[in-house]
């Protein structure tokens, strides 16, 4: 598939390949010298989106995120005219999408997100973006402050 050939390029450039082409598809994955507690995951806008749900869903497998103009976990409830709406200039609900993550981590289609009480969380908003509103990464701000231990030491 298209994914299985993108992760094994990502992974052959992260191993220090000379080009990603030098690995194939059913090939074997190099063995990585990797710090597995240092594994962040970043993204900005609807990547800053995508970062957030990587990061709580994978929560056992990703220490940290970087979110630049992005909203919180599961912000859109599989919904567009949320996402184009709430998720992009309003205030998404965060007790209720604190809930969801929780339901969705006891049905085990995602981590538990206690994992996420040690991860440092960067959150960026500019003032000035049309786009993505400083109130939707404000509510990502709260949404993960209901998992971090002490948000202070961000």
């Known amino acids: 598939s298209v994914y299985a050939v993108a992760v094994v390029a ?23 010298n990797l710090d597995r507690s240092s594994v962040t995951v970043s993204g ?9 749900q990587v990061h709580v869903t994978f929560s056992s497998s990703f220490h940290g995120a970087g ?45 538990d997100p206690s994992n996420l009480a040690d991860d440092r969380v960067w959150l960026y908003s500019a003032l000035n973006d049309t786009v993505v509103a400083t109130s939707v990464v404000k509510a990502t701000e709260a949404y993960y402050n209901t998992f971090i231990n002490d948000p202070t030491t961000q």
Not at 24 to 30: A, D, F, K, Q, Y
Not at 44 to 52: E, Q
Not at 80 to 105: D, F, H, Q, Y
């Open 10 to 32: 990502l992974l052959a450039v992260c191993a220090g390949l000379s080009q990603a082409s030098d690995v194939r598809l059913g090939s074997t994955i190099p063995t990585m």
């Open 44 to 52: 900005v806008s609807s990547g800053g989106y995508a970062a957030v």
């Open 67 to 111: 979110i630049l103009a992005g909203g919180p976990y599961w912000c859109a409830n599989d919904n567009l005219a949320i996402a184009l709406s709430t998720c992009m200039n309003g205030t998404p609900p965060v007790t209720e999408l604190v809930t969801v993550t929780k339901t969705t981590a006891l049905s085990g289609f995602a981590d």
